[in-house]
Each structure stands twice: as structure tokens, then as C-alpha cells.
């Protein structure tokens, strides 16, 4: 079985992770590889990028020569052009990782944790969703407190994600939508009953 386990910022999805890891899932990150894979794009970026950033003023570059994602995303967050140009430069590689993971496990059962696994290829390998998701306030608090941004970026990031269900949805895949608004164990049970129903 492989299961997309997404839903929106700070609603859990690192947790629903962790728990279907200790349940013997082989699981990857997909946030974690988008990380690596603006460094090994790290060219394309900049050749993209640097001339709306130095526009804007704003440094791409940090003092070790890594790209600043924070700075990136306030550079190209608002503008769904931008945003669809960046996308064009790392999904590739991110898909590329996904599909070689998913298929080096196939013995096994696995978890794609991911907030945009819709817009890859990869998407065709999922057999179910977990949509992992809380009340608004909630993971507006959890975010403030996990990220230390600031709350208009918390709020834009939010709003950019309202359709994300919608998006899931439309893939045609089974999708189960778990409320996590209490505690790991109660999270690990709710998964558990999606995971193993007959």
C-alpha cells in the first residue's frame, strides 16, 4: 500500500508520519527533498530569480552560499506565475527521488508525506490519501509556535491552501480526511482505522 499523507500547514502530517513509520511503514519526506532539490537547482534559480529579487531587494544567497528559502518564498509566494516557474525547475528532480523511493520499497507499505504530491507524476503510484487536517485556530497557533513567522505570512501561506482538499479530491484516489486537533495517541488511532479498514 502507498498512501499520500498531506493535508495543510500545521495540521500534522509530520506526526501522521512518524506514526505510520512506527506502524513499519517506509516513509519520505517530500518537503525535505524539495530542500534539497533548490540546492541542486540552485543555478536555475538564481539565473530565474536574481533580478526580481535584487529588484525587490531581497538576498536569494545566504552567507554560506545556500539559497534562503524563506527569502525565496517571500519572493515568489504572491504571484502564481512565479510560483509555477519555480515549480518547473524542482518538481522534476522531486518526482524523480519519489518514484526511485516508491519503487526500491515496493515490498513494503509506504508513506509519501507531502503538501503537493498532485502537481508529480507520482501521484499515479498512491493507493489511498490521508488527509491530515485541524481547525484553523489551532494550526494557526502550532504554526506560530513551530515556525516563529510572522502571522500575516501564516495567514497568506493558509489562504493559498484553501483549496487543497479540493485539489486531492479531484485526483479520484480514495482520500480519508482525519481531524487532529487532540493528542499523538488519538491521532495514531484515527490512522490506525483508515489504515487497516476492511
Known amino acids: ?14 506526526a501522521a508520519s512518524s506514526i505510520l513509520e512506527s ?26 530569480f536574481s533580478s526580481l529579487a535584487q529588484k525587490n531587494k531581497i538576498q536569494l544567497l545566504n552567507p554560506d552560499g545556500k539559497i ?9 509566494f504572491k504571484d502564481k506565475m512565479l510560483v509555477k ?5 524542482v518538481f522534476p528532480y522531486i518526482n524523480s527521488v519519489l518514484e526511485k523511493f516508491i519503487d526500491a520499497n515496493s515490498e513494503k507499505n509506504i508513506a509519501v508525506n507531502a503538501t503537493v504530491l498532485y502537481k ?14 485541524s481547525p484553523a485556530l489551532v494550526r494557526f497557533l ?12 501564516i495567514i497568506e501561506r493558509f489562504f493559498s491552501q484553501r483549496f487543497l482538499f479540493s485539489q486531492y479530491k479531484k485526483t479520484g484516489i480514495e482520500i480519508f480526511r482525519i481531524i487532529n486537533c487532540g493528542n499523538l495517541s488519538s491521532l495514531q488511532k484515527k490512522i490506525e482505522r483508515v489504515v487497516f479498514k476492511n
Open 142 to 153: 502550532r504554526a506560530k509556535k513551530r515556525d516563529r513567522m510572522k502571522s500575516l505570512q
Open 120 to 133: 508529480v507524476n507520482a501521484m499515479k503510484k498512491i493507493d489511498k490519501i490521508l488527509f491530515i487536517d
Open 85 to 89: 516557474k519555480q515549480e518547473n525547475i
Open 68 to 76: 534562503n528559502r524563506k527569502n525565496l518564498g517571500q519572493l515568489i
Open 1 to 14: 500500500m502507498v498512501l499520500c499523507v498531506t493535508g495543510p500547514m500545521a495540521a500534522g502530517k509530520n
Open 23 to 48: 506502524m513499519g511503514f517506509a516513509s519520505i519526506d517530500a518537503d525535505l527533498i524539495g530542500h534539497d532539490a533548490v540546492e541542486i537547482c540552485k543555478g536555475k534559480i538564481l539565473e530565474e
